[in-house]
Protein backbone atom coordinates (compact mmCIF):
# COMPACT_ATOMS: atom_id res chain seq x y z
CA UNK A 1 0.00 0.00 0.00
CA UNK A 2 1.00 3.91 -0.70
CA UNK A 3 1.74 5.76 2.52
CA UNK A 4 3.74 8.46 3.71
CA UNK A 5 4.45 8.24 7.57
CA UNK A 6 5.53 11.58 9.35
CA UNK A 7 7.26 10.30 12.68
CA UNK A 8 7.74 13.68 14.29
CA UNK A 9 4.39 15.06 15.46
CA UNK A 10 6.21 18.23 16.84
CA UNK A 11 9.44 20.01 16.45
CA UNK A 12 10.66 22.73 18.30
CA UNK A 13 13.86 25.17 16.57
CA UNK A 14 16.06 28.24 17.35
CA UNK A 15 15.36 31.46 15.54
CA UNK A 16 18.23 31.26 13.07
CA UNK A 17 18.34 27.58 13.20
CA UNK A 18 18.61 24.71 10.43
CA UNK A 19 15.81 22.06 11.22
CA UNK A 20 15.00 18.94 9.39
CA UNK A 21 11.55 17.62 9.32
CA UNK A 22 11.51 14.04 8.61
CA UNK A 23 9.22 12.51 6.07
CA UNK A 24 9.46 8.30 4.46
CA UNK A 25 7.16 7.11 1.99
CA UNK A 26 5.96 3.80 0.73
CA UNK A 27 5.45 3.11 -2.65
CA UNK A 28 6.15 0.42 -5.61
CA UNK A 29 5.54 2.84 -8.83
CA UNK A 30 8.73 3.77 -10.32
CA UNK A 31 7.17 7.26 -11.19
CA UNK A 32 6.30 9.40 -8.61
CA UNK A 33 6.37 12.93 -7.51
CA UNK A 34 6.98 14.17 -3.37
CA UNK A 35 5.79 17.38 -1.95
CA UNK A 36 5.98 19.42 0.94
CA UNK A 37 3.61 22.06 2.06
CA UNK A 38 2.84 24.70 4.93
CA UNK A 39 -0.24 25.27 7.07
CA UNK A 40 -0.32 28.05 9.15
CA UNK A 41 -2.89 28.23 11.74
CA UNK A 42 -5.10 30.68 9.13
CA UNK A 43 -5.85 27.01 7.17
CA UNK A 44 -4.10 27.80 3.79
CA UNK A 45 -2.14 25.05 2.41
CA UNK A 46 1.32 26.24 0.59
CA UNK A 47 2.96 24.82 -1.69
CA UNK A 48 7.12 24.81 -0.61
CA UNK A 49 8.91 22.27 -2.96
CA UNK A 50 8.74 19.67 -4.97
CA UNK A 51 10.66 16.22 -5.86
CA UNK A 52 10.25 13.82 -8.46
CA UNK A 53 11.31 10.56 -8.72
CA UNK A 54 13.64 10.73 -11.25
CA UNK A 55 15.17 14.29 -10.77
CA UNK A 56 18.99 13.84 -10.29
CA UNK A 57 19.35 16.83 -7.78
CA UNK A 58 17.68 17.28 -4.87
CA UNK A 59 15.40 20.07 -5.05
CA UNK A 60 16.01 23.84 -3.39
CA UNK A 61 13.55 26.33 -3.13
CA UNK A 62 15.18 29.48 -1.27
CA UNK A 63 15.50 28.30 2.12
CA UNK A 64 13.52 25.23 1.73
CA UNK A 65 15.76 22.15 0.78
CA UNK A 66 14.80 18.46 0.26
CA UNK A 67 16.91 16.04 0.97
CA UNK A 68 15.96 13.23 -1.07
CA UNK A 69 17.38 9.65 -0.60
CA UNK A 70 15.43 7.34 -3.01
CA UNK A 71 17.16 3.99 -1.63
CA UNK A 72 15.58 4.87 1.80
CA UNK A 73 12.71 6.29 0.74
CA UNK A 74 12.76 9.47 2.28
CA UNK A 75 12.15 13.30 1.75
CA UNK A 76 13.24 15.20 4.11
CA UNK A 77 12.45 19.06 4.50
CA UNK A 78 15.38 21.22 5.83
CA UNK A 79 14.89 24.64 6.52
CA UNK A 80 17.22 26.71 7.03
CA UNK A 81 17.83 30.07 8.88
CA UNK A 82 14.39 29.40 10.72
CA UNK A 83 12.10 32.75 11.46
CA UNK A 84 9.60 33.19 13.45
CA UNK A 85 7.00 33.10 10.23
CA UNK A 86 7.89 29.32 10.03
CA UNK A 87 5.86 28.49 13.18
CA UNK A 88 3.12 26.10 11.20
CA UNK A 89 2.00 22.35 10.59
CA UNK A 90 3.93 21.04 7.67
CA UNK A 91 2.75 18.09 5.45
CA UNK A 92 4.12 15.89 3.34
CA UNK A 93 2.86 14.50 -0.18
CA UNK A 94 2.61 11.97 -2.59
CA UNK A 95 1.13 11.88 -5.82
CA UNK A 96 0.38 8.79 -7.52
CA UNK A 97 -1.41 8.32 -10.98
CA UNK A 98 -5.15 6.26 -10.29
CA UNK A 99 -8.03 5.94 -12.14
CA UNK A 100 -7.07 8.25 -15.25
CA UNK A 101 -5.72 10.80 -12.81
CA UNK A 102 -3.37 11.96 -10.05
CA UNK A 103 -4.14 11.58 -6.24
CA UNK A 104 -2.03 13.10 -3.39
CA UNK A 105 -1.37 11.29 -0.31
CA UNK A 106 -0.74 13.24 2.53
CA UNK A 107 0.94 12.73 6.19
CA UNK A 108 0.24 12.91 9.30
CA UNK A 109 1.98 16.45 9.54
CA UNK A 110 4.43 17.89 11.35
CA UNK A 111 4.06 20.63 13.80
CA UNK A 112 6.70 23.51 14.05
CA UNK A 113 7.49 26.04 16.53
CA UNK A 114 10.32 28.38 16.20
CA UNK A 115 11.31 30.02 19.20
CA UNK A 116 12.19 33.35 19.57
CA UNK B 1 0.44 33.70 -10.48
CA UNK B 2 -0.88 30.69 -8.10
CA UNK B 3 -4.24 31.76 -7.13
CA UNK B 4 -6.87 29.60 -6.53
CA UNK B 5 -10.13 31.09 -4.85
CA UNK B 6 -12.60 29.66 -2.60
CA UNK B 7 -15.68 31.63 -1.02
CA UNK B 8 -16.47 32.11 1.65
CA UNK B 9 -14.53 31.72 4.01
CA UNK B 10 -16.28 30.95 6.65
CA UNK B 11 -20.24 29.32 6.35
CA UNK B 12 -22.20 28.42 9.15
CA UNK B 13 -25.48 26.17 8.07
CA UNK B 14 -27.88 24.24 9.91
CA UNK B 15 -28.76 20.98 9.60
CA UNK B 16 -31.54 21.73 7.12
CA UNK B 17 -30.01 24.28 4.94
CA UNK B 18 -28.76 24.13 1.75
CA UNK B 19 -25.54 25.95 0.68
CA UNK B 20 -22.53 26.11 -1.67
CA UNK B 21 -19.18 26.24 -1.43
CA UNK B 22 -17.33 28.12 -4.42
CA UNK B 23 -13.58 27.78 -5.92
CA UNK B 24 -12.00 29.42 -9.04
CA UNK B 25 -8.56 29.20 -10.52
CA UNK B 26 -7.15 30.88 -13.74
CA UNK B 27 -4.09 28.87 -14.64
CA UNK B 28 -5.52 26.85 -16.85
CA UNK B 29 -5.80 23.99 -14.47
CA UNK B 30 -7.42 21.23 -15.67
CA UNK B 31 -7.78 19.20 -12.21
CA UNK B 32 -9.23 20.27 -9.72
CA UNK B 33 -9.97 18.40 -6.31
CA UNK B 34 -12.14 18.99 -2.99
CA UNK B 35 -10.96 18.15 0.34
CA UNK B 36 -12.09 17.92 3.97
CA UNK B 37 -9.72 18.60 7.11
CA UNK B 38 -10.60 18.19 10.30
CA UNK B 39 -8.84 20.00 13.34
CA UNK B 40 -5.01 18.58 13.47
CA UNK B 41 -5.22 15.81 10.66
CA UNK B 42 -4.41 15.88 7.34
CA UNK B 43 -6.59 16.92 4.26
CA UNK B 44 -8.69 13.83 3.14
CA UNK B 45 -9.49 13.31 -0.59
CA UNK B 46 -13.72 13.98 -1.36
CA UNK B 47 -13.35 14.55 -4.99
CA UNK B 48 -11.35 14.76 -7.83
CA UNK B 49 -12.27 16.02 -11.47
CA UNK B 50 -10.00 16.06 -14.47
CA UNK B 51 -10.91 18.00 -17.59
CA UNK B 52 -14.35 18.87 -16.38
CA UNK B 53 -15.60 15.29 -15.37
CA UNK B 54 -15.71 13.44 -12.33
CA UNK B 55 -12.62 10.82 -12.44
CA UNK B 56 -12.75 10.54 -8.44
CA UNK B 57 -15.69 10.11 -6.00
CA UNK B 58 -14.16 8.55 -2.53
CA UNK B 59 -17.18 7.28 -1.02
CA UNK B 60 -18.50 10.87 -0.20
CA UNK B 61 -22.13 10.77 1.22
CA UNK B 62 -24.30 12.03 -1.17
CA UNK B 63 -25.33 15.16 1.12
CA UNK B 64 -21.97 16.48 -0.58
CA UNK B 65 -22.37 17.19 -4.36
CA UNK B 66 -19.86 18.50 -6.83
CA UNK B 67 -20.51 20.44 -9.72
CA UNK B 68 -17.56 21.77 -12.40
CA UNK B 69 -19.47 24.13 -14.95
CA UNK B 70 -16.27 24.91 -16.10
CA UNK B 71 -12.67 24.58 -16.56
CA UNK B 72 -12.25 26.88 -13.91
CA UNK B 73 -15.07 26.65 -11.63
CA UNK B 74 -15.69 24.23 -9.13
CA UNK B 75 -18.63 24.07 -6.87
CA UNK B 76 -19.40 21.69 -4.23
CA UNK B 77 -22.96 21.57 -2.79
CA UNK B 78 -23.80 20.88 0.76
CA UNK B 79 -27.35 19.82 1.71
CA UNK B 80 -28.64 17.50 5.09
CA UNK B 81 -25.15 18.39 6.41
CA UNK B 82 -24.21 16.73 10.21
CA UNK B 83 -22.66 18.77 12.50
CA UNK B 84 -19.72 15.70 12.16
CA UNK B 85 -19.26 17.54 8.44
CA UNK B 86 -18.09 20.64 10.28
CA UNK B 87 -14.38 21.07 9.01
CA UNK B 88 -12.35 23.04 7.00
CA UNK B 89 -12.97 22.42 3.25
CA UNK B 90 -9.94 22.85 0.76
CA UNK B 91 -10.21 23.04 -2.84
CA UNK B 92 -7.16 23.04 -5.15
CA UNK B 93 -5.67 22.55 -8.82
CA UNK B 94 -2.79 21.18 -10.66
CA UNK B 95 -2.33 20.89 -14.35
CA UNK B 96 0.33 18.44 -15.86
CA UNK B 97 2.29 20.82 -17.97
CA UNK B 98 3.55 22.23 -14.17
CA UNK B 99 4.55 18.81 -12.75
CA UNK B 100 1.18 18.37 -11.45
CA UNK B 101 1.71 20.60 -8.38
CA UNK B 102 -1.06 21.33 -6.18
CA UNK B 103 -1.69 24.36 -5.35
CA UNK B 104 -4.82 25.12 -2.61
CA UNK B 105 -7.30 27.99 -1.69
CA UNK B 106 -7.53 29.37 1.55
CA UNK B 107 -10.45 26.89 2.55
CA UNK B 108 -13.80 27.70 4.14
CA UNK B 109 -14.71 26.79 7.64
CA UNK B 110 -17.91 25.39 7.70
CA UNK B 111 -19.69 24.85 11.10
CA UNK B 112 -22.82 23.03 10.88
CA UNK B 113 -25.26 22.75 13.97
Known amino acids: AQKITQTQPGMFVQEKEAVTLDCTYD???????LFWYKQPSSGEMIFLIY??????QNATEGRYSLNFQKARKSANLVISASQLGDSAMYFCAMRRWDSGTYKYIFGTGTRLKVLA | DTEVTQTPKHLVMGMTNKKSLKCEQHMGHRAMYWYKQKAKKPPELMFVYSYEKLSINESVPSRFSPECPNSSLLNLHLHALQPEDSALYLC????????????FGAGTRLSVL
Open chain 2, 92 to 103: ASSNSEKRNIQY
Open chain 1, 51 to 56: QGSYDQ
Open chain 1, 27 to 33: TSDPSYG
